[in-house]
């Protein structure tokens, strides 16, 4: 079946790191972006920033640079998400997508989202 | 950069065509022919149904559509199904330091 499985909902306390992963299955992520986006109670969908799988390279949006980092596992067709010093505002449901081949600017496979809420 | 403006429901009913608009700016929509839309049942993972403004991915069924008109993109669905509730995402690609910009949602419920 072809997904993208991220991991479990999670719960941290303000100014924790948190660490998402999105395992690819029966699709491969060599030759695509992977994003990663989050949407928050009541809003919208807000783009944080992609990975390269195979070359490491990697934008992050001005919004999260500084507090994210995000990385890939070609070996185990895994990306992850690390967002540090958490604040209430990142409660939300994220989620990773992979970009269509070809640097093609939309995103033709997503997870099934993530929810992590941060509170005291 | 704001997000894309979307009326945050639209209603139909069954057969009908609704549309759906997506609104942007001369930085966004309006530079780039590179619109999307999503579909997300909820608790599923989001499906993409419109690419590069007007282009169906295959399998998408031909009832969707998309178009656009300077700032403006838009999304219609015509024969509107019970299978077609669902939210719907624009996302435009941005280009510089913003890179990507999503819609505000549009929930869409056949009567």
């Known amino acids: 079946q072809v997904q993208l499985v991220q991991s479990g909902a999670e719960v941290k306390e303000p100014g924790a790191s948190v660490k998402l992963s999105c395992k690819a299955s029966?699709?491969?992520?060599?030759?695509?972006?992977m994003h990663w986006v989050r949407q928050a109670p009541g809003q919208g969908l807000e783009w944080m920033g992609t990975?390269?799988?195979?070359?490491?390279?990697?934008t992050y949006s001005l919004r999260f640079q500084g507090r994210v980092t995000m990385t890939s596992d070609t070996s185990t067709s895994t990306v992850s998400l690390e967002l540090r010093s958490l604040r209430s505002e990142d409660t939300a449901l994220y989620y990773c997508m992979r970009e269509a081949i070809g640097a093609a600017k939309n995103f033709d496979c997503w997870g099934q989202g993530t929810l992590v809420t941060v509170s005291s | 950069q704001s997000a894309l403006t979307q009326p945050a429901s639209v209603s139909g009913s069954p057969g009908q065509s609704i549309t759906i608009s997506c609104t942007g700016s001369s930085s966004d929509v309006g530079t780039y022919n590179l619109v999307s839309w999503y579909q997300n049942h909820p608790g599923k993972a989001p499906k993409l149904i419109v690419y590069e403004d007007n282009k169906r991915p295959s399998g998408v069924s031909n009832r969707f559509s998309g178009s656009k008109s300077g700032n403006t993109a838009s999304l219609t669905i015509s024969g509107l199904q019970a299978e077609d509730e669902a939210d719907y995402y624009c996302c435009s690609f941005a280009g510089g330091n913003i890179h990507y910009v999503f819609g505000t949602g549009t929930e869409v419920t056949v009567l």
């Open positions: 029966g699709i491969t992520l060599t030759n695509h972006f």
């Open positions: 990975v390269h799988p195979d070359t490491i390279t990697t």
